[in-house]
């Protein structure tokens, strides 16, 4: 049988786990923008609208608990890991964030994300949470700092 060049990548390096970022943010580097008509017209786009309604509703539950925990007019950071493009971006807005640090090891989709969130904030005025962006392996990268500072934990 013969190997894709990351399975010869994997079989190769395995004892280096770095290879395998690598080859994950290759990935995901090289998946190109389609936009919404392409993504409606997606084969599996009732499953994505079902697995979207689920985190939606799961990211609004535990939003709506962290906000009964805190004092009026306190501030909600969050720490988005794997962020993508930004698929979760409307989620935060809508859930009424104050923060978010955005990080990912694909720096393509770090840069997308942060675009997506510079068109968002343009249209949305000033109402918009404030956000960092991150390009960083996070099984690798000590984001502590970045979470104590907007007292994540
Ligand atoms: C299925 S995508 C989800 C993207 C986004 N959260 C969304 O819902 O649209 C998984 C993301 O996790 C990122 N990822 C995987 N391993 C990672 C790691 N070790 N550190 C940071 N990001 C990682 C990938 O680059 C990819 O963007």
């Known amino acids: 049988?013969?190997?894709?060049?990351?399975?010869?990548?994997?079989?190769q390096n395995s004892s280096q786990g770095s290879y395998?970022?690598?080859?994950?943010?290759?990935?995901?580097?090289?998946?190109?923008?389609?936009?919404?008509?392409a993504r409606d017209n997606s084969r599996i786009i009732h499953m994505r609208n079902f697995n979207n309604w689920i985190k939606s509703t799961l990211l609004?539950?535990?939003?709506?608990?962290?906000k009964a925990s805190k004092k009026e007019g306190e501030d909600?950071?969050?720490?988005?890991?794997?962020?993508g493009k930004g698929g979760d971006l409307f989620k935060w807005r809508d859930g009424?964030?104050?923060?978010?640090?955005?990080?990912?090891?694909?720096?393509?989709?770090?840069?997308q994300c942060e675009q997506r969130y510079e068109d968002l904030k343009r249209r949305s005025g000033k109402r918009l949470f404030s956000a960092e962006f991150i390009s960083a392996d996070c099984t690798r990268v000590c984001l502590l700092l970045f979470c104590c500072y907007h007292e994540l934990l």
Do not use: P, Q, W
């Open 1 to 11: 049988m013969e190997l894709s060049s990351n399975d010869a990548k994997l079989s």
């Open 20 to 37: 395998h970022s690598e080859i994950i943010a290759d990935h995901y580097n090289a998946l190109e923008e389609k936009g919404l008509i």
């Open 60 to 66: 609004s539950v535990f939003l709506k608990r962290v």
């Open 76 to 83: 909600i950071n969050v720490l988005d890991m794997g962020c």
């Open 96 to 111: 009424g964030v104050t923060h978010a640090i955005f990080a990912d090891l694909a720096e393509t989709s770090v840069r």
